[in-house]
């Protein structure tokens, strides 16, 4: 079984930064790539950043220039870090991992995590 455990959300007011991080855990032998996806009420999911195990990055065009994805030295852990935020950054953030494990491979998400800018 594979755990993603979220953290790092809350309040904070326009223009402030949040940084997010997720850690996985369990039987993994390896994650290819971690992306960090974001549901706003009445909204669908959307993609905010993904980055692969070689370290290649991709941003939605709403986050470009003021979010940055990075990966922990251990590989297993995914960082957002949100500058200039707007209100319309409010949203729920998951953590998405690509895990590859003695079963195969299988894409696994956390519980989620509230980001809530004011204006």
């Known amino acids: 079984q594979v755990q993603l455990v979220e953290s790092g959300g809350g309040l904070v007011q326009a223009g402030g930064s949040l940084r997010l991080s997720c850690a996985a855990s369990g039987s993994i032998s390896s994650i290819n790539a971690m992306g960090w996806y974001r549901q706003a009420p009445g909204k669908q999911r959307e993609l905010v950043a993904t980055i692969t195990g070689g370290g290649s990055t991709n941003y939605a065009d709403s986050v470009k220039g003021r979010f940055t994805i990075s990966r922990g030295n251990a590989k297993n852990t995914v960082y957002l870090q949100m500058n200039s935020l707007k209100p319309e950054d409010t949203a729920v953030y998951y953590c998405?991992?690509?895990?590859?494990?003695?079963?195969?491979?299988?894409?696994?998400w956390g519980q989620g995590t509230q980001v809530t800018v004011s204006s």
């Open positions: 998405n991992a690509n895990v590859y494990t003695a079963y195969g491979r299988n894409n696994y």
